[in-house]
């Protein structure tokens, strides 16, 4: 009775993502469910939020290369190294981040892409890609979210440089004509350097453009589209930071519906990283977005997990390039019952029955379909058949609640309307 293992079966040693097979290692710790989020591509699924939000940021970045098909395995050295992260840096480690194994990881930020690219010849673009981090579970966090990563590097020589100044001033034009109030941080401090490297004007340059850069995003997102500022002024902050990849670094925050919200991070993007990319000559900035924040605040979504609900009245509440307010739904189960009847001599007006019905049992019939309509062939009387679904908003309806709110439905049908039921 001895079993044969067939040849094709992984050995347990082996794990299969996207496709593909992987040795495991004493840092493996990517588990089914993650593994399930691979191949989902939210950022890529028409309608989606996420995906919308996308393109309206890139649509803001008009002549930027638009990155969105990048696979989130990524080596350590990409994810880290190539951005100067130290080795002892907490996010390395197998209780933050997910390990396919010692050599292979799922990417914890899009800025691990920023040497590739760079290195590809991209000088302007934005990427966006799904990323993994092991965290705390509440309405804000999920171990799976999206981030976009933008950049640009332009060369050191007078040209360059000229061109650059020339778009900051369209920028500084464009928002001096906008409803925005900028509460501002010197480009430059002792705690907030340029770099040894750079030519301190240089850096100036660089970290004016790339804040007013931003700056445009924000009132693009917030103001136009958000409709966020009729008569307040939109609200943005800058905030000095640190970033192992960037120096000098700040923070964006923006006043929305009472609150600061932490929007972005970026900064000058440090020579080491485009040495390694093969682009010594130029210099530039880079920032990198979460797209669910900015999405769950656009939209008014509550809760990160809504966007992997595979309920269709998620994602059909949606029209593709356009945020809207996301209409919340039960997340209690439907029960679906018919009733079928001969109308009444005379007929009957569909209406009379939904109201009909929403007399008798409120809100907790969440919609009403008429499933069958038929005329009999001899006596010519009209047959109609209604399916109610029956969901309450806070709570699991059990069978005998469902079936009481039914029975009463059709007493009245009888009584109100005069049908016969069949
Ligand atoms: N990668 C950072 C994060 O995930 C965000 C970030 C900060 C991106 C600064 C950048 C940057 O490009 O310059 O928190």
């Known amino acids: ?57 890139e649509s803001h ?78 309405a804000s966090h999920y171990p799976v979210f999206h981030q976009m990563e933008g950049a640009k590097i332009f060369g050191t020589d007078d040209a360059s440089v000229k061109e650059v100044e020339a778009d900051s001033k369209r920028l500084e034009h464009e928002l001096a004509i906008s409803n925005i109030v900028i509460e501002d941080v010197p480009h430059i401090t002792q705690a907030n350097p340029a770099q040894a490297s750079h030519d301190p004007r240089h850096a100036e340059i660089t970290a004016k ?3 007013l850069s931003l700056n445009s995003l924000m009132y693009r997102l917030f103001a136009d589209v958000a409709g966020a500022t009729k008569e307040e002024p939109l609200q943005v902050r800058w905030i000095e930071a640190y970033f192992p990849f960037t120096s000098p670094s700040y923070e964006v925050e923006v006043f929305f519906r009472g609150k600061w919200l932490e929007i972005l991070g970026c900064g000058v993007v440090l020579q080491s990283t485009l040495d390694r990319a093969e682009v010594a000559d130029k210099m530039g900035w880079a920032f990198g977005l979460g797209l669910e924040r900015i999405a769950m605040i656009l939209y008014s979504i509550p809760d990160i997990r809504l966007f992997w609900s595979q309920d269709p009245r998620f994602l059909s509440q949606f029209t593709p390039g356009k ?100």
Do not use: C
Not at 18 to 31: A, Q
Not at 115 to 133: E, I, N, Q
Not at 332 to 356: I, K, M
Not at 360 to 368: I, N, R
């Open 1 to 57: 009775f001895r079993r044969h293992q067939s040849t094709a079966t992984p050995t347990p040693s082996d794990i299969p993502v996207l496709g593909k097979s992987y040795p495991t290692d004493s840092h493996t710790n990517i588990t089914p469910t993650i593994i399930s989020k691979l191949s989902q591509r939210l950022h890529a699924k028409e309608g989606h939020p996420i995906s919308t939000l996308r393109g309206l940021i």
């Open 61 to 138: 970045f008009p002549d930027y290369a638009h990155l969105s098909s990048v696979s989130p395995l990524v080596t350590p050295y990409e994810n880290f190294d190539s951005l100067s992260f130290p080795a002892d840096h907490p996010g390395r480690s197998k209780t933050d981040s997910y390990y396919v194994n010692k050599d292979l990881m799922l990417r914890t930020h899009t800025s691990a892409h920023e040497v590739g690219t760079f290195r590809g010849g991209k000088s302007r673009w934005l990427l966006t890609a799904d990323v993994y981090r092991r965290d705390e579970i509440d």
């Open 209 to 211: 453009n790339l804040k």
């Open 323 to 422: 945020i809207s307010t996301f209409k919340s739904y039960s997340k209690y189960p439907a029960s679906y019952r018919d009733v079928s009847f001969w109308q009444p001599d005379g007929g009957l007006h569909d209406n009379d029955v939904y109201d009909l019905i929403r007399d008798v049992v409120g809100d907790l019939a969440e919609d009403v379909a008429i499933v069958d309509k038929f005329t009999h062939p001899k006596t010519k009387r009209d047959s109609m058949t209604f399916r109610v679904n029956y969901r309450s908003m806070d709570k699991s309806l059990v069978n005998e609640d469902v079936n009481e709110l039914q029975n009463r439905v059709i007493s009245r049908l009888k009584e109100q309307l005069g049908v016969e039921i069949r």
